[in-house]
């Protein structure tokens, strides 16, 4: 099993620990006992190149979408932690999650734990109430806001959201943009929503002196492959652009624990869900858990796999509800699918 450990303390029960009561008897450790791992995780080795971004992250985002939503304060920040102790750096959220609230979370974590320096903060901003759109006043007041939510003085890289507004001058964009990244508000710049032609002009704007896109987020993964379309993938694989795919795990059916349709209204994750709850979502699910039992991973390691094995993928973005969540995550980064593995969950979910 691939895993990424956390560090461990001596137990109570350990030669050393009974070495200081009067008249015990010293035993050494049973020979099948687990080995304690001392020192950083395993995880905190493994970055990769977040593009031309200047940044280095582990390959796996922690999304926090459901941070102040389904998750309160006090499980987010345990979430973090787990993240975190595994060697995760990257954080991935939205001025819009929660109407903020998110942002909040992780600013009080980001302080509380004295992490600034160490965790690479993504943004996507365009879709808050009050500041709307990719507008120059919007996106720089939009921006200001986040700075203030998430008690820092930069974003690592700043994702615009074209899908939130489709009027907006690209050039008027990247003008408003170039002034942050100037003044040190944001360091690089991501986008989701934009059309390959959209990412062409960008590229050429940048050739004048605008800042480059240089990560590019698509919904994308097993069930969910038409919206990485082939220009996409030629205009990001030319433009040497990192991909971040969002909905890794399609709502979290991928993680398999949703099989059977919910009688009832639904809520809004359980009418996601059963979107996928069809002959297709199931055997898809079957050759997850094939994979899966082969490998002695989860279900969602699998997914997470599945991603980091196509081309221009450089970390999924996925959200968690629970620090166990998390662990099972992790372990998808040290997964590596054979050929024949891609194959049979490639056609389980034609």
Known sequence: MAYFGVDSTLPSSSPDAASTQPGAV????HPSAPIPVQGPSIGSNVRV???????????????????????????????????????????????????????????QWLQSRGLRDDIVLAVRVGGHADNPGLGPVNLVRAVEASLTRLRTDRIDVL?????????????????????????????ALGAIGYS?????????????????????DV?????RRHEFDADLRLVAGAQGMAVTPSHALEHGFLAGRQRS???????????????????????????????????????????VAWLLSQKLVTGPIVNAYAPQHVEELVQGVGVRLSRSQLADIGRASE
Request: charged share 20%; proline share 3%; hydrophobic share 45%.
């Open 261 to 303: 349709k919910i009688r009832g209204a639904l809520s809004v994750r359980g009418a996601q869900l059963a979107a996928n709850l069809n002959r297709r979502g199931s055997r898809t699910l079957r050759a997850l858990d094939a994979v899966g039992a082969e490998l002695g991973v989860p279900d969602a390691a699998v997914a």
């Open 219 to 223: 919904p994308f993964n097993v069930l």
């Open 49 to 107: 190149a977040l593009g031309e971004s200047g940044s280095h992250i582990f390959p796996l985002i922690l999304g926090a979408a459901e941070f102040g939503w389904n998750v309160d304060l006090e499980s987010s920040h345990a979430i973090l932690d787990t993240y975190a102790e595994l060697g995760g750096n990257t954080v991935h959220t939205a001025d819009s999650y929660s109407s903020g609230r998110s942002e909040h979370i992780i600013g």
């Open 26 to 29: 010293v035993r050494g450790p």
């Open 159 to 187: 994702y615009l959201d074209a899908t939130t507004d489709r009027s907006s001058s690209l050039e008027d964009t990247l003008a408003t943009a170039e002034w942050l990244v100037e003044t040190g508000k944001v360091r």
């Open 196 to 216: 390959a032609a959209q990412l062409v002009e960008a590229r050429i704007f940048a050739s004048a002196g605008y800042p480059r896109i240089t990560v590019l």
